[in-house]
């Protein structure tokens, strides 16, 4: 079935380092990879996303990364900051006409101290 | 900018009960999910909505589950007998297209007794 795994499941930096989390899928047909960031008891909110005919995005301090052939992609946060301390999620979809079901990876508690 | 609301932002039901989960969508989108996540767990899609018809559902969203969009602001989700294990955080989430951004909802904490 579909699945997605996220690994680290929790990750601590130092405030200014960077921190990379990696998650593989299963479905090939997969052709949508969000990512989003949930503080604690808040809903899950997009950081960004990556569609399948894009190997790499950038926005600010956050990247993705995507490898159809291996079926991975990954998030870059660099320069990290106190406030980038939360729960992330990766995600994918296969998108068709009628919506596109989002499959989360497991989460990766990222802490960044100060 | 507009947001995805829900209420309410905490259910307590007692085991077998029926509970209504509420969501107001974006008002220009026209696909709706909802999805719930057990405390500490991952996301999980129970069931997607377009044109008025379920277009998918996950294994999760038995008998015991149904959606409705009652008017054209509304989209709830009925658990008709609830057992402990339906105690979670739901959201509802919606896009105004079928590969575009999903926004969540703040959710509503079910907890069955």
């Known amino acids: 079935g579909e699945n997605v795994e996220q690994h680290p499941s929790t990750l601590s930096v130092q405030e200014g380092d960077s921190a990379v989390i990696k998650c593989t899928y299963s479905d090939s047909a997969s052709n949508y990879f969000p990512w989003y960031k949930q503080e604690l008891g808040k809903r899950p909110q997009l950081i960004i996303d990556i569609r399948s005919n894009v190997g790499e995005k950038k926005d600010q301090r956050i990247a993705v990364t995507l490898n159809k052939t291996a079926k991975h992609f990954s998030l870059h946060i660099t320069e990290t900051q106190p406030e980038d301390s939360a729960v992330y999620f990766c995600a994918a979809s296969f998108i068709y006409n009628q919506g596109g079901k989002l499959i989360f990876g497991q989460g990766t508690e990222l802490s960044v101290k100060p | 900018e507009p947001e995805v609301t829900q209420t309410p932002s905490h259910q307590v039901t007692q085991m077998g009960q029926e509970v209504i989960l509420r969501c107001v969508p974006i008002s220009n989108h026209l696909y709706f999910y909802w999805y719930r996540q057990i405390l500490g767990q991952k996301v999980e899609f129970l069931v997607s909505f377009y044109n008025n018809e379920i277009s998918e559902k996950s294994e999760i969203f038995d008998d015991q589950f149904s959606v409705e969009r009652p008017d054209g602001s509304n989209f709830t989700l009925k658990i008709r007998s609830t057992k402990l294990e339906d105690s979670a955080m739901y959201f509802c989430?919606?896009?105004?297209?079928?590969?575009?951004?999903?926004?969540f909802g703040p959710g509503t904490r079910l907890t069955v007794l």
């Open positions: 989430a919606s896009s105004d297209g079928p590969g575009e951004t999903q926004y």
